[in-house]
Structure formats: structure tokens, C-alpha cells
């Protein structure tokens, strides 16, 4: 699960994919998240159902509250590459409250040690969902589903925002 993890470590030097007027672009994470405060939520990947029926819809919810609470980013992260996961963003969060950016490669879910398979479901390997609070680069907070179908709601973030701020 999250053996690679520390809590006050810096998010993985790593590149991560979005698209933009019908290209691919990356990031590195560390530009991402450099001077923001962010929740963080990985997904195993988009148009799965719990996903698209509870995670990113709950989170687009409460992206107000996240945002008045004092986070400056709200980032999805899917291990789909850039197409799917923009197709997905549109369908779920069209105001773009969340920032989506594809882990297709895995390279950071990787370097967390977050990566998981189910193999019953036919999904190759995905990331873990968790979800991770993170302060001008460093990791302060992370929560780890105990598998990949199952879902806790994003309101422990705002708790979260209590005991980091």
C-alpha cells in the first residue's frame, strides 16, 4: 500500500499529463503543488463507478468548502492518459472546479507506493485511492482507501484543514 509514503516528504519529482486545446502537455508535480495548499484525490480511474458516481462528484460538491477553507488546489489524479481523463472532466466537473491530471504512466502513484491491481475487475495496475493533503510541496496528510472499491467522502479534508493549518 503506502510503504514508500513519509508524511513530510516532498510530492515525487515526476511528470504528469493534462490536455490543453487538443494537445498533451505535462507538469512536473512539483510545479503543481510548489506554492499551493491542495487536496489531493488519486482514483483508480476515470469512468469507473464509484468514481464517477460518488468520488469526483462529492469532491466538485465540496469544492467551495475545500477552497473557502484555505486550499488554493483541488487535483484529481487518474492513471488514464490525458484524452480519457479530459473527456471524463468535462462529463463530471464542467465548471473545472478540479484541476484532472493523468498518472498514465503511473509515475506517481509509483513513487508514492500507491499502486494496486484487480485483477477480478480486469483493471491492470491502477493507483490506490487516497486521498493527500499537500503544503507548498510537502505531503502532510494522506489517507488510503483499504481497496479500490471502496469510497470515504471528502469531508475528512476539511477536518484535515483544522489540524494543518
Known amino acids: 500500500m503506502a510503504a514508500d509514503i513519509v508524511v513530510g516528504s516532498r510530492v515525487p519529482e515526476v511528470k504528469l499529463g493534462y490536455l490543453k486545446d487538443g494537445e498533451v502537455h505535462d507538469i512536473l508535480a512539483r510545479d503543481v503543488f510548489q506554492h499551493h495548499r491542495a487536496v489531493v484525490i488519486g482514483v483508480p480511474g476515470a469512468f469507473t463507478p464509484v468514481c464517477t458516481r460518488q468520488h469526483i462528484p462529492d469532491?466538485?460538491?465540496?469544492?467551495?468548502?475545500?477552497?473557502a477553507s484555505g486550499f488554493t488546489e483541488?487535483?484529481?489524479?487518474?492513471?488514464?492518459?490525458?484524452?480519457?481523463l479530459h473527456e471524463w472532466a468535462l462529463a463530471l466537473d464542467p465548471r473545472k472546479r478540479l484541476q484532472f491530471l493523468s498518472d498514465g504512466n503511473l509515475d506517481f502513484a509509483g513513487a508514492l507506493g500507491l499502486t494496486s491491481t484487480n485483477r477480478a475487475l480486469f483493471l491492470g495496475w491502477r493507483s490506490e485511492r487516497y486521498m493527500m493533503i499537500v503544503e507548498n510541496g510537502i505531503i502532510t496528510r494522506l489517507r488510503v482507501e483499504p481497496d479500490i472499491l471502496t469510497y470515504s467522502d471528502t469531508r475528512p479534508a476539511l477536518t484535515w484543514e483544522?489540524?494543518?493549518a
Not at 483541488?74 to 480519457?84: H, Q, R, S
Open 74 to 84: 483541488l487535483v484529481c489524479i487518474a492513471p488514464n492518459d490525458p484524452f480519457v
Open 59 to 67: 469532491f466538485v460538491k465540496g469544492a467551495r468548502k475545500l477552497r
Open 162 to 164: 483544522v489540524e494543518v
